[in-house]
């Protein structure tokens, strides 16, 4: 299974970035996908994930009401909607590939993971 991440940079606070994963290797629309955060110095934590088929979300609470995550089966490809960003949302993102169907949130219920996108967000 290969996840290639894009859409990180470097954005103002206040400003709206939106990730992208394209998964390919594996049945896409058979699993859960799920985004992780690692800032400097910091422990990876828990973004956002969806469902295989978009039905449910789980969404983390420093960012809830601001990121969406949502996903095209056709296309292979999950998207982080950020709006309205902070500096704390700085760090690298990664996405990931759920070990079943559902909207996980434990980095031990994900088994294949993307290199990562850079987010930056300036004050």
């Known amino acids: 299974v290969q996840l290639q991440a894009s859409g990180g940079g470097f954005v103002r606070a206040g400003g709206s970035l939106r990730l992208s994963c394209t998964a390919s290797g594996r049945a896409f629309r058979g699993y859960g996908m799920g985004w992780f955060r690692q800032a400097p110095g910091k422990e990876r934590e828990f973004v956002a994930s969806?469902?295989?088929?978009?039905?449910?979300?789980t969404i983390a609470e420093p960012v809830k009401g601001r990121f969406t995550i949502s996903r095209d089966n056709a296309k292979n490809t999950v998207v982080l909607q950020m709006n309205s960003l902070k500096p704390g949302d700085s760090g690298v993102y990664y996405c990931?590939?759920?070990?079943?169907?559902?909207?996980?949130?434990?980095?031990?219920?994900?088994?294949?993971w993307g290199q990562g996108t850079q987010v930056t967000v300036s004050s």
């Open positions: 969806i469902s295989s088929v978009g039905l449910s979300t």
């Open positions: 990931a590939t759920s070990r079943d169907s559902v909207a996980n949130r434990r980095a031990d219920d994900f088994d294949y």
